[in-house]
């Protein structure tokens, strides 16, 4: 397929849907992943699209977080939607709790309301939207500089209010994860904002889909050792799961 003939495809399928995957492109439009990280790159410097990790959304008028978090939202939903209700067995009623940012956590969130008594601290802002109205949970934002992408706090000030927070567990996200570099995130202040909240807890859940299994992030959040438990789906290759729980850690598959 010629390089306008690409163009055409990319827009037009994000006129349609709002988001698109590389994946998917690579099925129709070019068989190499470069190729097509080259034309999203040229299309966004056009203004026709805004990059996202491993696709693309549509242009709108500042709602391009939005667009991005619907995306990242719906990868591995019901994967998600699992990891979600298994790590309901570690939420306890009348006990604190951080939530960090991102779409699995998001999904945690949601299910809290059938708590009598909660206390939940949150550096995102969608998490604290979703709770907003729910009168049984006392609810802490995070304060800091805001990552537009995520809707989420960072920074000194986050990692600051973070230390002075004391709460039972922390459920965690992390980009990618591997039994060698351990647990890992795009963001370097990302990164801090999580090892001040790791510290700040007695025990550390990390909720991540298969997909993050052995894929690689540019800055480390923590080692292995330091999570108590991982909750993913049972998608997650099996090899890779005995390596983990040979480290003595904890695995729920949902």
Known sequence: MLQIERYHHIVSELEKHGSISIKNLMNVVSPSRSTIRRDLLELEKMHKLVRTRGGAVAVGNNTDFMREFEYRKNQQHEEKLRIAHAALQFVNE???????EGSTSFELAKLLGRFRSLTVATCSLNI?????????????????????????????IAEQTV??????????????????????????????VKRSMIKSVKETILLVDHTKFNKNALINICELKDLNTIVTGKEADRKIVSRIQSLGINIVLA
């Open 94 to 100: 009348q006990e604190a709790i951080l939530i960090d």
């Open 128 to 156: 604290a939207w979703e709770l907003r109205c729910a009168e049984n949970i006392e609810l802490l934002v995070i304060g800091g500089m805001m990552k537009r992408k995520s809707l989420s706090m960072s920074g000194s």
């Open 163 to 192: 230390r002075g927070i004391s709460s039972n567990r922390f459920f965690m996200t992390a980009d990618g994860v591997n039994a060698e570099q351990g647990c890992m995130c795009y963001g370097a202040e990302e990164a801090t």
